[in-house]
């Protein structure tokens, strides 16, 4: 097992699992601490990478395209402070964090864990039920309706109709954008059979935000409606059988092993590999060829 233990948090790896516990300091936003530990499986893992700076260094996780309501629902659109897959390295533990990239990374070699986007979502999401008050309203969210109450700052046309209950059958789909600049940001519903291109302040199936505290808050909403709506890519037409003709050559399969098992070689002579795990992977490779 690998661990790394950090004030801006502690990531464990059991060789199935990364586990993400954010820490208590006070620099630790907000969204993180709400969110909780994440418990991400290593097939959704893309990739780990450690940036070293002077006083600091950062360890980064990049997760496979589909994989994460969350990162689905906020679009990249999160920033540094809040994006729960980043962690904070003081310089005197910078051999702690290059150890643990190792071994995450020889987990995704051995394991062959593709790193293409995936069509169902391999991270459960924000618990419900959840409620948030943030902007002009409160959106609370209890897995099966996401209701949109209103406060005292909100425009009176869109409080004049009351508070929004909203079946998770009548959802279309969702979107968080943060405040930006001068820019407003929202947390937006869209609702079947009812499009609509009024601003967010006008908007009953919209939260508008300003950017203060709490508004991060809202993408947890957006994460937990997220993860129970159909996956963008299950509708996608899968790919049919590529004809006979164009399917690769058993030889050229054959030489994509060979060259798997120098790869391998050089990894072991590098010292990324121990003896048992390339033992193991070379078995594995060599039962293939």
């Not at 499009?195 to 006008?202: F, S």
């Not at 159909?230 to 899968?238: F, I």
């Not at 003709?245 to 990894?267: F, I, K, S, T």
């Amino acid at each position: 097992m690998a661990e790394i233990l950090q004030r801006d948090g502690t990531w464990t790896f059991d060789g199935d699992t990364l586990r993400l516990t954010p820490g208590r300091d006070k620099s630790v936003s907000l969204l993180r601490k709400t969110l909780g530990e994440l418990a991400v499986p290593l097939g959704a893992l893309a990739g780990i990478s450690f940036e070293q700076g002077r006083r600091s260094g950062r360890l980064r996780l990049r997760l496979r395209d589909g994989s994460d309501p969350l990162l689905q629902a906020t679009g990249g659109r999160l920033t540094d402070t809040n994006d729960p897959y980043q962690l904070s390295v003081d310089a005197d533990r910078y051999g702690v964090a290059e150890y643990f990239v190792d071994e995450i990374r020889s987990a995704l070699l051995l394991d062959e864990v593709p790193t293409d986007a995936v069509d169902s979502y391999l991270l459960a999401g924000p618990a419900v039920p959840l409620s948030v008050s943030a902007g002009d309203g409160t959106a609370s969210f209890d897995g099966d309706h996401v209701r949109l109450e209103w406060n005292w700052k909100t425009e009176d046309a869109k409080a004049a109709a009351g508070a929004r209950t909203l079946s998770l059958a009548d959802i279309a789909g969702v979107e968080w954008h943060p405040s930006v600049g001068l820019e407003n940001g929202y947390l937006r519903f869209t609702v079947r059979n009812a499009p609509t291109k009024a601003p967010p302040k006008y908007d009953p199936n919209s939260v508008e935000l300003w950017g203060f505290k709490k508004d991060p808050l809202m993408a947890l909403v957006a994460a937990a409606v997220q993860a129970r709506l159909p996956h963008p890519a299950a509708a996608a037409p899968k790919q049919l059988p590529a004809p006979a003709a164009d399917r690769p050559a058993p030889e050229e399969d054959h030489d994509a092993l060979l060259r798997r098992l120098r790869e391998l070689g050089d990894l072991h002579r590098s010292g990324v590999l121990t003896d048992e795990e390339f033992t193991l992977a070379k078995q594995a490779v060599l039962k293939r060829l």
